[in-house]
Every structure is written in C-alpha cells, then in structure tokens.
C-alpha cells in the first residue's frame, strides 16, 4: 500500500501562483509513476501531469503547459505541483496518485492508489 496526503490548497485570484504539495509514504514507491489530476464540480477527473520516481521524466496536459511544474523531492517522498498565472478554469479538487504502470498514464484508471483531495478554487 501507499498514502498520499495532499495539502496546499486554498482561494486564489485570477494570475495568483499556487503550489501543492502529495506526501508519500507507504511500500516502495521508487519504480512508480506519480501525478495530479482534477476534477471541477460536475466533470470527469482530468490528467493534469505525471513525473516517474526514479528518473524524474514528465509529461503535462496540454491545459496546464508552461503554466504548471511537477516535480518530486525523493529524500523527503514529497511531489509538488507548481502552479502559476491561474484561471478561473483550473477551479477543481486536486488529487495525487500513484501508478504501476507504465502506459497510458493519463487515464486515472490506470492509478492504484489515491489521495483525498485538497480544493483549488480561482476566483475574484
């Protein structure tokens, strides 16, 4: 089993940065793909970026590029998510999870295990 505990969420304005942060702890995670997703009210959970434990390769949504950094501290079992020039759009809980696998990763079922959420809400 792995946990993962989100925080760092919170209400923002239009242009605000934001970063959250996905503790890990649990099994061996080293051979794992991480990543956030989101889900606004009333949609599907929404791939927002990966990154693999061991070598650090990414991949984001096409939404949140040049806006949005994932990254991960491997000697805490931290993953963040850098978020910057924020949008009403991006209003949704976040949520971090872990993965197996190594395909399709921007479909969440291809995730096994799953944090709680923690709530981004951009609004003026």
């Known amino acids: 089993q792995v946990q993962l505990v989100e925080s760092g969420g919170g209400l923002v304005q239009p242009g605000d940065s934001l970063t959250l942060s996905c503790v890990l702890s649990?099994?061996?995670?080293?051979?794992?793909?991480m990543a956030w997703f989101r889900q606004a009210d009333g949609q599907e959970r929404e791939f927002v970026a990966s990154?693999?434990?061991?070598?650090?390769?990414?991949i984001y949504a096409d939404s949140v590029k040049g806006r949005f950094t994932i990254a991960r501290d491997k000697a805490s079992g931290t993953m963040y998510l850098q978020m910057s020039v924020l949008k009403p759009e991006d209003t949704a809980v976040y949520y971090c999870?872990?993965?197996?696998?190594?395909?399709?990763?921007?479909?969440?079922?291809?995730?096994?295990?799953w944090g709680r959420g923690t709530q981004v809400t951009v609004s003026s």
């Open positions: 649990g099994r061996s995670y080293d051979r794992m793909i």
């Open positions: 999870a872990a993965s197996n696998s190594n395909s399709n990763l921007q479909s969440p079922s291809r995730y096994q295990y």
């Open positions: 990154i693999g434990w061991i070598g650090g390769g990414t």
